[in-house]
T-cell receptor
Framework: DADVTQTPRNRITKTGKRIMLECSQTKGHDRMYWYRQDPGLGLRLIYY???????NKGEISDGYSVSRQAQAKFSLSLESAIPNQTALYFC????????????FGSGTRLTVV | AQSVTQLDSQVPVFEEAPVELRCNYSSSVSVYLFWYVQYPNQGLQLLLKYLSGSTLVKGINGFEAEFNKSQTSFHLRKPSVHISDTAEYFCAVRANTGGFKTIFGAGTRLFVKA
């Protein structure tokens, strides 16, 4: 099994619908992140969590919410999806400490029509 | 705050040729630097990182990068590329004290031709 698992891998949803993207990890890392990837823009941080009780907004959190259900699980919700939220979404984890790199999931490709 | 600029959006190169992917950064504090690779339909994986010490850092798959503090650059190099190196490469920076956010560049798509 992958260290960081994202579900679903692909999803098409309609404007206005609520959708949840899920992420689970077996790395034992405390820190978890949600990023959004758009062509030519790289990755932009949506939310991050340092532990179950510590959740923080990233640079583009509007329209998104998150839940850290356990150390290993971090879900991202779009309360009312809109077409410009069409993107590739990545969950990542890391150990505590700035010198550690990230472990990424395989991504969720979301299309809002 | 930190920022990252990847100077080339696409780099086409023939197989077995050398390649350099350029990355410049800006920061008011000392930073750690990273290169990640994203193969088609996959997540990103860490290629190498610079934390301190020797400015030449070796990573996986024969890649290496050189940290140049005076030019605020962290260019990625490989002396001889393979078709399998075709991927998107991301440079990233994080403050080395109190740093919790990694800032990614826009990516460079490396296309290796036969």
């Amino acid at each position: 099994d992958a260290d960081v698992t994202q579900t679903p891998r692909n999803r098409i949803t309609k404007t206005g619908k609520r959708i949840m993207l899920e992420c689970s990890q077996t790395k034992g890392h405390d820190r978890m992140y949600w990023y959004r990837q758009d062509p030519g823009l790289g990755l932009r941080l949506i939310y991050y969590s340092f532990d179950v009780k510590d959740i923080n907004k990233g640079e583009i959190s509007d329209g998104y919410s998150v839940s850290r259900q356990a150390q290993a699980k971090f879900s991202l919700s779009l309360e009312s999806a809109i077409p410009n939220q069409t993107a590739l979404y990545f969950c990542a984890t890391s150990r505590t400490g700035a010198n550690y790199g990230y472990t990424f999931g395989s991504g969720t490709r979301l299309t809002v029509v | 705050a930190q920022s990252v600029t990847q100077l080339d959006s696409q780099v086409p190169v023939f197989e077995e040729a050398p390649v350099e992917l350029r990355c410049n950064y800006s920061s008011s504090v000392s930073v750690y630097l990273f290169w990640y690779v994203q193969y088609p339909n996959q997540g990103l994986q860490l290629l190498l990182k610079y934390l301190s010490g020797s400015t030449l850092v070796k990573g996986i798959n024969g890649f290496e990068a050189e940290f140049n503090k005076s030019q605020t650059s962290f260019h990625l190099r490989k002396p001889s590329v393979h078709i399998s190196d075709t991927a998107e490469y991301f440079c990233a920076v994080r403050a080395n004290t109190g740093g919790f956010k990694t800032i990614f560049g826009a990516g460079t798509r490396l296309f290796v031709k036969a």
